[in-house]
């Protein structure tokens, strides 16, 4: 999901950063130099949500259904750090509730997260489609 967040920032020319793991480790194999992301000092992908978590002033997180793994983790780590969440399932949420809850919290530091394409296959494809849409307007 960060990676569909990082490829539409880059076509829209919106600044974007971040970390990913050591190695600039993914699940399909070391994250392209085109990202502009950080490596933390583990492998651990826990450390790179802690961290893009910690860094951010919101996290929005996009899926299709319920929440598991890292995903929920993620919706954890926000409540535990007192970071605004914004869920939005794609299946049924409108791009305008995520301007009114940046609006709403002085989001400027934007945190994408969500289930990997692997366990949600189309997911890269729906949340690129959402956030162009939601960006473009």
Not at 19 to 32: F, V
Not at 39 to 58: F, L
Not at 108 to 124: D, H, Q, T
Request: with cysteine.
């Amino acid at each position: 999901m960060d990676r569909a967040a990082l490829d539409v920032a880059l076509e829209l020319g919106v600044p974007c950063g971040g970390w990913c793991p050591s190695g600039r480790l993914a699940e399909d194999g070391p994250l392209k130099g085109i990202y502009p992301l950080k490596e933390t000092p583990s492998k651990s992908y826990a450390q790179r949500t802690e961290w893009n978590v910690r860094d951010s002033d919101g996290t929005l997180v996009l899926h299709r259904g319920s929440l598991s793994g890292g995903t929920a983790y993620t919706v954890e780590l926000a409540k535990e750090n007192n970071k605004p969440c914004l869920v939005i399932d794609l299946s049924t949420s409108p791009s305008q509730k995520l301007f009114d809850w940046v609006r709403l919290h002085r989001i400027c530091i934007l945190n994408v997260a969500g289930p990997r394409e692997s366990g949600s296959p189309g997911i890269y494809g729906e949340a690129c489609s959402f956030l162009l849409k939601a960006f473009s307007e």
